[in-house]
């Protein structure tokens, strides 16, 4: 059974920065790509970024990219997003997730963790 279990989030002025972290347990970390979503109030959940399963690809959502930097540990089977600049818009749950398949670009996620809040005050 896939374990994922997001930790970091808080509350943090405009501008400031926080590290998000996902501890993943359940099968072989290392072989997956992982990804890193958003959801605010009446909002749809939207993916942020992603990363490979070896770290070497990532994708962004434009609305981050330049300020967030999505990286894995793949021997703390752990991935990270390291948020920067933040924006009272960025105030959302965060969630991680991993796919079932191994392919990238991820198409579907299929495990999610529960969520960490991030509210990012003006």
């Known amino acids: 059974q896939v374990q994922l279990v997001e930790s970091g989030g808080g509350l943090v002025q405009a501008g400031g920065s926080l590290r998000l972290s996902c501890a993943a347990s359940?099968?072989?970390?290392?072989?997956?790509?992982m990804g890193w979503f958003r959801q605010a109030p009446e909002k749809e959940r939207e993916l942020v970024a992603s990363i490979s399963s070896l770290g070497v690809d990532k994708l962004y959502a434009d609305s981050v990219a330049g300020r967030f930097i999505v990286s894995r540990d793949n021997a703390k089977r752990t991935v990270y997003l390291q948020m920067n600049s933040l924006k009272p818009e960025d105030t959302a749950v965060y969630f991680c997730a991993s796919p079932k398949y191994t392919t990238w670009p991820v198409g579907r996620y299929d495990f999610w963790g529960q969520g960490t809040q991030v509210t990012v005050s003006s």
């Open positions: 359940g099968r072989t970390f290392s072989m997956y790509p």
